[in-house]
């Protein structure tokens, strides 16, 4: 069956550091992928989609390319803030609309 | 805008006990779906639905029923509370877009979530 696979955390930077979080996915067809971020005590809001491959998503200085040949959808952005700290979700939406999640990666930025 | 509403946002409950939690979503999406959140599980599927009438099991469905007899209330019943679910629940919608590849891009809103303590 599908599934999404994300790298374990926590992870731990710096302010204004580099960041990946690595995501694959296994899928029949053509999934249209997801990250969504969990700030403490909240629910998941959309952070960036991609619907078709070679799509980009960005927002807020993430980015996310939604690369079929390596089935990857990693997550990035150039300088962390300490606002960034939070629990991220990758997931996937297959044909028949059922998501599927990865576990999740919490991020602590350090200032 | 409202978008997606569950209650309570906290519950305490005795083994045995039972509840539901509601869920509630204004804008006529077609899918609801509620989900557990455990530490270091991430989200797990507990039941879903296509339609007003129309529902299914997830991946962890057992001690849960589920009913949609509207397109805006989806709501979550515990017949028996176990300790095992001891969990943040999140009631989710999306727009089902039929027939287009990948489904559209109809991502998925989320409630703000109720956290169930069983004791």
């Known amino acids: 069956g599908d599934s999404v696979t994300q790298m374990e955390g926590p992870v731990t930077l710096s302010e204004e550091a580099f960041l990946t979080i690595n995501c694959t996915y296994t899928a029949t067809g053509y999934p249209s992928l997801f990250w969504y971020v969990q700030y403490p005590g909240e629910g998941l809001q959309l952070l960036l989609k991609a619907t078709k491959a070679d799509d980009k998503g960005s927002n807020k200085g993430f980015e996310a390319t939604y690369r079929k040949e390596t089935t990857s959808f990693h997550l990035e952005k150039g300088s962390v803030q300490v606002s960034d700290s939070a629990v991220y979700f990758c997931a996937l939406k297959d044909n028949f609309n059922k998501f599927y999640f990865g576990s999740g990666t919490k991020l602590n930025v350090k200032p | 805008n409202a978008g997606v509403t569950q209650t309570p946002k906290f519950q305490v409950l005795k083994t045995g006990q039972s509840m539901t939690l509601q869920c509630a979503q204004d804008?006529?999406?077609?899918?609801m779906s509620w989900y557990r959140q455990d530490p270091g599980m991430g989200l797990r599927l507990i039941h879903y639905s296509v339609g007003a009438g129309i529902t299914d099991q997830g991946e962890v469905p057992n001690g849960y029923n589920v009913s949609r007899s509207t397109t805006e209330d989806f709501p979550l019943r515990l017949l028996s509370a176990a300790p095992s679910q001891t969990s943040v629940y999140f009631c989710?919608?999306?727009?089902?877009?039929?027939?287009?590849?990948?489904?559209?891009?109809?991502?998925?809103?989320f409630g703000e979530g109720s956290r169930l303590t069983v004791l």
């Open positions: 804008m006529n999406h077609e899918y």
């Open positions: 989710a919608s999306s727009l089902q877009i039929p027939g287009l590849a990948g489904g559209g891009a109809g991502e998925l809103f």
